[in-house]
């Protein structure tokens, strides 16, 4: 029989690709989308002759209840969430609704409509906030310091806490920052490897940014829906890192984007202090030895390979849009 997956946040960078996977796997795949006045689908037009959309929204329980009823699926993925940490600082009540009582609101569901259902909760590693410890694991006290990690670690525990009291298949995946060709230019990875392709293509000539010594842990959103899917397909729901095990520094993001298209980043990069972020955590990295040896993955992309892939798919798409 087919097996068939629910994902929500289908319309966002993860869900787009972590369709593609399920559909590649045979699976059939329900989306959630929630109901807005201009259209958000640009990163699934393609897949939209074999996506079942449905419509829903976390901030509705009854929306939530009739898609897993009608949709019965086997495996969902919560991906949806307000996911950009600065908006949660101006819209805080709002981001703690979607993305942690969200998550109430679908763990409740899955209770009622389909219990038997398995469930991935994408967790954040922005729960650890300013960690006591460098690399983190999945034993590392959460300390949020935003709230948007505040409502992810809400979010954790109650998938933690259905998986205890009511027997689910709940797991959470601890991501960390991963990043792809459908990353909005909000997010600085993407921002600079778009800003870089138009340098290079004459329509810009300088890249503002804020801290370059700011050190994170990219990893590639494909190897990281992968993870997701591998986590559902074992004999036992558990919780694992994410990420890429290494950090990279803006600098050196940087540096390396010049340098695949040919020019000296110090001509044209700029540091403005109003991009600086507050409380910038500091040495977010994931250990990821648990999801290597318990269920075999790592990802497959290095660091180069990530900024190259992008810069390429960025210079495509302004050539194509007639730059
Ligand atoms: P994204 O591109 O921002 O997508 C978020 C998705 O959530 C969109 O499809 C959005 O739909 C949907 N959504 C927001 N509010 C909703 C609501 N009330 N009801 C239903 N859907 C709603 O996020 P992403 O980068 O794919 O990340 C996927 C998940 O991983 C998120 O939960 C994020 O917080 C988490 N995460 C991401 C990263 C990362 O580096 N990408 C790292 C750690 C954790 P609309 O199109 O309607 O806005």
Sequence with gaps: MTAKALITGLTGQDGSYLAELLLAKGYEV?????RSSTSNLERISHLFSQ?????????????LMDVIAESQPDEIYNLASQSYVPLSWTQPALTAEYTALGVSRLLESIRRCKPDAKFYQASSSEVFGQPDESPQTERTAFRPRNPYGVAKAYAHWMTINYRHKYNLYACCGITYTHESPRRGTEFVFRKITNTVAQIKLGLANELKLGNLDARRDWCYAKDAVYAMWL??????????????????????????????????????????????????????????DKIKTAIGWQPQHSFKQLVELMVDSDMKKLIQNGA
């Design 30 to 34: 329900f989306g959630l989308v929630r």
């Design 231 to 288: 986590m559902l397909q074992q004999e036992q729901p558990d919780d694992y890192i994410i990420a890429s095990g290494e950090t990279h520094s803006v600098r050196e993001l940087v540096e390396c984007a010049f340098n695949y298209v040919g020019l000296n980043w110090e001509d044209y990069v700029s540091v403005d202090p109003a991009f600086y972020r507050p409380d910038e955590p500091v040495q977010l990295i994931g250990c990821i």
């Design 51 to 63: 996506i079942k959309i449905v419509s829903g929204d976390l901030l509705d329980q009854s929306s």
